[in-house]
């Protein structure tokens, strides 16, 4: 984690800087303003951002656990600040946040999409992978033709695991400390 910021859960009152983070990216598909509220609020104890000394939203992760896989956690949105890319904070963010998740209902599976060319998360996903010692498989989920509005590149499914973590990561999920 880059000094002087700190891994924290999202609130609804980020809402504005996450969506302000997301548009400066220039790359991912924003939503309107009211999504990240709701994300903020609905979605916090998957989703993860990180603060500044003053404590202002610099990056985060947006994420659901997938209903019907409640041991697969789907990260929609990564995005840091221009300001603090760089640095390692992206990855930071997700070995936090998967830990986390990790720790509090279980972790098997980390799945995101990713468009062709977007070789910055091409390098998060597969590092990632590869520092927890995961295979990724990779699909398209949704072709072009399946977007509505325009011409919108595909969206490759990574979908990395299985992932195991520490026996004490497990052992504090269930109540017990381990040996």
């Not at 985060?60 to 209903?67: A, N």
Request: glycine share 8%; hydrophobic share 40%; with cysteine.
């Amino acid at each position: 984690m880059p000094e002087g910021l700190r891994i924290d859960r999202p609130e609804v009152a980020d809402g504005a800087a996450l969506w302000r983070i997301a548009k400066d990216s220039r790359t991912l598909d924003l939503n309107s303003s009211y999504s990240y509220l709701l994300w903020c609020r609905d979605f916090a104890g998957t989703s993860v951002v990180a603060r500044d000394k003053e404590g202002m939203p610099v990056g985060f992760i947006t994420g659901y656990v997938r209903p019907d896989q409640p041991d697969t956690l789907l990260v929609w949105q990564v995005a840091v600040d221009a300001a603090y890319r760089g640095r390692g904070l992206a990855a930071a963010l997700l070995d936090g946040l998967s830990a986390r998740v990790a720790h509090d209902r279980g972790l098997e599976t980390v799945e995101t999409t990713i468009t062709p060319g977007n070789t910055a998360s091409e390098r998060l996903f597969t590092s990632y992978a590869a520092r927890h010692g995961a295979s990724v498989e990779r699909e398209v989920l949704f072709d072009t033709a399946h977007f509505p509005d325009g011409p919108h590149d595909s969206e490759v499914l990574y979908r990395i695991g299985p992932l195991t973590f520490r026996p004490a990561d497990r052992a504090s999920r269930s109540g017990h400390q381990a040996d």
